[in-house]
């Protein structure tokens, strides 16, 4: 049981990459989220989704997309990199209120 | 807007005193508030969570004070330890079909001093 996992670890872009960041869960979760964290703000909601094929944005969704085609995966992607979306980045699933997240993955765009 | 406050930034104990960290927030749907342990290069880990309908809950060293009418909840860690040396976080949730929002606070950088 993995739990949470989520690739790449680390990332370095230039300014107007795209990218997909990849998060799986093997636990049966309804419930994934995206996370992004920065300094003194702690974690903000990106986007999430309820189950497969349903998704909703959260406080921060602008510049970010994401896709629910399978239970297990929720992929976050980058459409043209902003330097202002440097962060570390968090995915989380849960089956009602306990969420658990991955590991994390730092992304610095240039 | 910032829905979940959290005091302080940061947190110098020495080794077996009492961490206090609080958060106070404003949306009265909220019904789940936990707190998150992350250590440096991790993901947040769930660490003691508490519903609206008790006061306090304790678990182990760890122990969450819950005012409902204030809107407001605090973490308490006794007989602090070096390990507990982290960054905290407090949470909330509406849940239903929010269980995937969390509402996070700014978070807390504890240091415990041997």
């Known amino acids: 049981n993995a739990g949470v996992t989520q690739t790449p670890k680390f990332q370095v872009l230039k300014t107007g990459q795209s990218m997909t960041l990849q998060c799986a869960q093997d636990?049966?979760?309804?419930?994934m989220s995206w996370y992004r964290q920065d300094p003194g703000m702690g974690l903000r909601l990106i986007h999430y989704?309820?189950?497969?094929?349903?998704?909703d944005q959260g406080e921060v969704p602008n510049g970010y997309n994401v896709s629910r085609s399978t239970t297990e995966d929720f992929p976050l992607r980058l459409l043209s990199a902003a330097p202002s979306q440097t962060s570390v980045y968090f995915c989380?699933?849960?089956?009602?209120?306990?969420?658990?997240f991955g590991p994390g993955t730092r992304l610095t765009v240039t | 807007q910032q829905q979940v406050k959290q005091s302080p930034q940061s947190l110098i104990v020495q080794k077996g005193g009492i961490s206090i960290i609080n958060c106070a927030y404003e949306?009265?749907?909220?019904?789940?508030f936990p707190w998150y342990q992350q250590f440096p290069g991790k993901g947040p880990a769930l660490l003691i969570a508490i519903r609206p309908d008790v006061s306090e809950k304790k678990e182990g060293r760890f122990t969450i004070s819950f005012n409902k009418s204030a809107k407001q909840f605090s973490l308490h860690i006794m007989d602090s330890q070096p390990g507990d040396s982290a960054t905290y976080f407090c949470a909330a949730n509406a849940g239903g079909t929010s269980y995937g929002k969390l509402t996070f606070g700014q978070g807390t950088i504890l240091t415990v001093h041997p």
């Open positions: 636990m049966n979760h309804e419930y």
């Open positions: 949306n009265t749907a909220f019904d789940y």
């Open positions: 989704s309820v189950g497969a094929g349903i998704t």
């Open positions: 989380a699933s849960s089956y009602a209120y306990e969420q658990y």
